[in-house]
C-alpha cells in the first residue's frame, strides 16, 4: 500500500511540487543564476508571504527597503539548515546560493504564476549588494 507521497526536485532552478488549494511548495536548487555573482534583480510577492528552509549548501537570504531614491537599506540572513526565514508580503527580496545548495519554499498557491514583480539593480547596487553578502558570509564564519 502506498499512502505516502515523496518529492525531490533535483533539477537545478524553482520547483513547485506540491500545490493545494490555498498554498505550495516548491525547492529552489542552485542554478548559476541564483549565485551572487548573477544576482542583477530583486522580486516582490503582493499577495503572500514566503516561507524559506535551507535544506543543504549556504545561502544568504537578501531583504530590501525601498524608497523614492532606490533601495533603503538591505537585511540579509545567512541562512541555517532547518531554521524557517519568513519574507513578509510586498518586501523586496533575493537569495544568494552557493554551488550545491537547496532551499524549500512555501507560499499562496500559482505565486510562480502571476505574484511576482522585478525590479533591476544598478551597477552601483550590484555591487554594493555583493559587498554585503560577502560581508554576512565572513561575519557567520567568525
Sequence with gaps: MKII????????GYHPF?????????????????????????????QTDELFVLLEGNAVLIAAAL?????????LQDM???IAYNIRRNVWHKIAMSEGSRV???ENADTHR???????????????????VRDCRNASKH
Design 18 to 46: 506540491l500545490i493545494g488549494p490555498v498554498w505550495q511548495t516548491a525547492v529552489l536548487n542552485y542554478a548559476p543564476a541564483e549565485s551572487l555573482e548573477q544576482i542583477d534583480k530583486l522580486d516582490v510577492h503582493h
Design 104 to 106: 524549500l519554499i512555501v
Design 5 to 12: 507521497d515523496c518529492y525531490a526536485p533535483r533539477e537545478a
Design 80 to 82: 541555517q539548515p532547518g
Design 114 to 132: 502571476g505574484d511576482f514583480e522585478f525590479r533591476g539593480l544598478s551597477a552601483q547596487e550590484r555591487e554594493e549588494l555583493c559587498r554585503r
Design 67 to 75: 524608497d523614492d531614491s532606490g533601495i533603503a537599506g538591505y537585511d
